[in-house]
């Protein structure tokens, strides 16, 4: 699949290519990115060159992973979202926002406008949203967003080679407003 560009009022998301390298490298600095993301720990510029010359690309190609990069108008890199085909019709939701851009709902805008995009154009039918129990930001974020918190997973990630529990929400394109593309039965109380 060729790589989509998103737009809201105030963002652009696109893909991240060469170009955005030490912009990548500058944002996963932060000490709670390499925490609380799957992103290694030191962040070194290899590690930023492999993710935007290889990793997005191939995801893009072969329709695995849609990464977008969440830009201001200005340029300005502000947060990273993407979606990771889970199951069929099911993706998986990931985010972070520069810290420096964080606290003016720039990640739950791009989250929603990637979400919708995914129910809209990829037959996704459920986009889920997994955190390390204590990520009370990227919980915020999910909630802000309209997702619903389902419970609790042990053991259910890794990060850096060590099992976590982690929280797990879901949104549903009901949930925006928008048709399924399976039908969908609710368990009866």
Not at 55 to 63: D, E, I, R
Request: with cysteine; proline share 6%; hydrophobic share 40%.
């Amino acid at each position: 699949m060729e790589p989509h560009t998103l737009t809201t009022d105030r963002l652009l998301l696109r893909t991240v290519g060469p170009q955005d390298t030490d912009a990548v490298l500058a944002a996963c600095q932060d000490p709670d990115i390499q925490h609380w993301t799957v992103v290694p720990s030191p962040y070194l510029p290899e590690h930023a060159r492999t993710f935007t010359e290889q990793m997005v690309p191939t995801g893009w190609a072969n329709a695995t992973m849609f990464t977008f990069g969440v830009f201001l108008p200005t340029g300005d890199l502000v947060a990273m979202t993407g979606l990771t085909m889970i199951s069929l019709g099911v993706a998986e939701i990931g985010f972070w926002g520069a810290k420096e851009h964080r606290g003016n709902g720039y990640v739950t805008e791009a989250a929603l406008t990637v979400s919708r995009w995914a129910f809209t154009r990829l037959s996704v039918d459920r986009v889920e949203w997994r955190a390390e129990v204590g990520n009370a930001a990227s919980r915020a974020v999910a909630e802000r967003a309209g997702f619903t918190l389902e419970g609790t997973l042990r053991s259910a990630i890794n990060n850096k080679g060590v099992r976590r529990d982690c929280w797990v929400g879901s949104l549903l394109p009901s949930d925006l407003g928008l048709p399924s593309t399976a039908s969908y039965r609710p368990a009866r109380p």
